[in-house]
């Protein structure tokens, strides 16, 4: 297995960070949470000389799968996400129409994700770890040292937990338990906003020292 080349992009009206995991021995790719913008996501890839072969998502709000659909038609790759998730990637175009923005048909899902499995896709290899509370199926994917966290975890925050399926004391005992034990050093990708350690989180996040119960 390979050590991926690593590289994200802002995606969708809403940017998410989209993180493109890259075998260039080989010329294949893994993409995770494509919220939108399927065409420049292509151009990207092809700038690395790659085919996409995966999308995997942390989990199945809207702003993450905006680009799931043009993707598969345009390139045939698979989709896998976590089963908890699966109605809310049904409900995505409703979910968008709820705050007004447009969304084409919902993504066929083409496998499930199980907690704790490794997958090994074109060539790397990506953990999976149910962080559930953000929503019912969220995951966090961990290569190496770094690890896509979607919405479970922010620099300075969490993922809010008001809308449906979100439980607070849920997603709290999924970043202590799941996250922070796999060690300071391990570099954060989240679904928006910039990077950050799991260190740094654990010391310094608000949600995480006790200084806030909630953000919602």
């Known amino acids: 297995m390979v050590t991926p080349y690593h590289l994200a992009m802002e995606a969708g009206v809403l940017q998410v960070n989209c993180q493109i995991l890259a075998n260039r021995e080989e010329g294949l790719a ?6 939108g913008d399927a065409d420049r996501i292509l151009a990207q890839l092809d700038k690395l000389g790659v085919k996409l072969t995966h999308i995997i998502n942390t989990h199945g709000h809207f ?5 799931v659909t043009d ?13 908890g998730d699966a ?11 709820a705050w007004g923005l447009p969304f084409g048909p919902a993504p066929t899902i083409d496998r499930e994700l199980a907690d704790n499995e490794t997958l090994r896709v074109s060539g790397m290899e990506i953990h999976v770890i149910h962080t559930p509370g953000h929503t019912p199926g969220g995951v966090c994917l961990r290569w190496g040292d770094s690890m896509a966290v979607g919405d479970t975890l922010f620099q300075g925050s969490i ?6 399926g979100g439980n607070h004391s849920q ?8 996250l922070l034990p796999l060690g300071d050093n391990i570099t954060c990708h989240p679904g928006h906003g910039p990077d950050t350690t799991l260190g740094k989180e654990r010391k310094h996040n608000p949600f995480l020292t006790g ?6």
């Open 159 to 164: 993922g809010r937990t008001d809308l449906p």
């Open 171 to 178: 997603l709290i005992n999924s970043i202590k338990k799941r």
């Open 211 to 216: 200084m806030f119960s909630s953000p919602f």
């Open 63 to 67: 702003d993450h799968l905006g680009g």
């Open 30 to 35: 893994v993409i995770m949470d494509p919220g």
């Open 87 to 97: 109605p809310l990637v049904a409900a995505a175009k409703q979910h968008a129409q």
């Open 71 to 83: 993707l598969k038609e345009k390139t045939g790759c698979e989709f896998w996400i976590h089963p």
